[in-house]
Each structure stands twice: as C-alpha cells, then as structure tokens.
Antibody, heavy 122, light 105 residues
Framework: QVQLVQSGAEVKNPGASVKVSCKAS????????FSWVRQAPGEGLEWIGW??????NTKYARKFHGRVSITFAMSTVHLELTSLGSDDTAVYYC?????????????????WGQGTLVTVSS | SSELTQDPAVSVPLGQTVRITCQGD??????VSWYQQKSRQAPLLVFD???SRPSGIPDRFSGSSSGNTATLTITGTQAEDEAAYYC????????FGGGTKLTVL
C-alpha cells in the first residue's frame, strides 16, 4: 500500500518562495510519476506539474512555467513555487500515477497526499 | 486554452440514478477520468481514463464518453456519494473541470 505524507502548513509573504514536500512509502515507487495539484479556497482542482521518478522527465503547466520546480530525492517529491502572490493561496496535493513506466503525464492518480495549506499574505 | 465544463450542482433522490456530465473539445481526442472529493478530503479516483473502475470503487459508478461529452453515472445513488465530482482530461496540460456538487436528497 502506498502512503503519501505531506509537510505542514506554510505562511509566506508575497514575492517569497515555498517548498512543499511529499514523502512516499510503498513498493516500487521508482516506477511511477507524481503530480502536484492545488485547490484554492472554495475553488476547483488545478494541475501544476509532474515528475517521472522512472526516467526523470518533468512537465509543468504553462501557467506556472518559470516559477515552478518539481524534484524527487530519497523517496520524497518536492514542489517549489517562487514569486508567490495572494492567488497562490491554496491547498497543495501530491498525487501518484496509477500506471507505472509512463513517459508522459496521465489523468489517473490513485493515491493522494493529505494536502498542505499554503497561505500567501502580508 | 482548452476547458472542461461541468454543471455546478446536481441533486438526486436517494437510490436513484444521476448522470454528471463534462464537456470540452479535448474530450474528442483524449481520455477522461473522474474524481470524487468529499469535504476537506483529498480527491479519490472513481473512474479512470482507461474506462475502468479502480479497485474498491463500488460498481454503481460507471463512465462513458461520446464526442465532446463525458458522463459519470451513479446508479442507485447512496447518501455517502454526496460530494463534488471533477472530470480530468488533457490538452497541452492536464485540465480539470470546474466540478459538480452532488446533493443526495
């Protein structure tokens, strides 16, 4: 069984950066990819980007290009988002691909972290 | 950019069938998956882009797609199905619909 445990809530000033982590446990994690998805208060889901632990590929949503970075090290997926604005206030989720060995991002995520609230406020 | 459109809210009497729809041009080319999200919880995959129900999801959940419209059908809706439902597909990026809040009467 896979478990994804995320780091705790963050409060940041506008213009700062935030790094959210997602520690994964389970079998054969190196065969899978992981996405980050966020949800602003009272709003829907928004995909941010993806990393394949299998081959190191990354893909980022165009909206976040230039200020997002997703990395993987020692069973932990990291999301770094820079130049924060108030509209980045959201719960950030990590999610694991359902299918292994993917060369491109999928629409199927079978395990999710518990979510990390990032609040951007002065 | 491509969008996926969902009705904001739908209601269904207990035990009846409800169909939740998702419309978008990208659905003509790409698979769609469906997520259930209960209040203050992470999303749960209830029907995947390979037209399958993940392990542990009740068989009252099913999905279909035709043209630019995808449909999640819940047959014999239960009280515990009350939640928001999101469709998910892709274009240049992964995109989610705006979500449908399902109320079970």
């Amino acid at each position: 069984q896979v478990q994804l445990v995320q780091s705790g809530a963050e409060v940041k000033n506008p213009g700062a950066s935030v790094k959210v982590s997602c520690k994964a446990s389970g079998d054969r994690l190196s065969d899978y990819g992981f996405s980050w998805v966020r949800q602003a208060p009272g709003e829907g889901l928004e995909w941010i980007g993806w990393i394949s632990v299998y081959n190191g590929n990354t893909k980022y949503a165009r909206k976040f290009h230039g200020r997002v970075s997703i990395t993987f090290a020692m069973s932990t997926v990291h999301l770094e988002l820079t130049s924060l604005g108030s509209d980045d206030t959201a719960v950030y989720y990590c999610a694991k691909d359902q299918t292994p060995f993917l060369l491109a991002v999928s629409v199927d995520y079978d395990f999710w972290g518990q979510g990390t609230l990032v609040t951007v406020s002065s | 950019s491509s969008e996926l459109t969902q009705d904001p809210a739908v209601s269904v009497p207990l035990g009846q069938t409800v169909r939740i729809t998702c419309q978008g041009d990208s659905l003509r080319r790409y698979h769609v998956s469906w997520y259930q999200q209960k209040s203050r919880q992470a999303p749960l995959l209830v029907f995947d882009g390979k037209n399958s129900r993940p392990s542990g999801i009740p068989d009252r959940f099913s999905g279909s797609s035709s043209g630019n419209t995808a449909t999640l059908t819940i047959t014999g809706t239960q009280a515990e199905d009350e939640a928001a439902y999101y469709c998910c597909s892709r274009d240049s990026d992964i995109i989610f619909g705006g979500g449908t809040k399902l109320t079970v009467l």
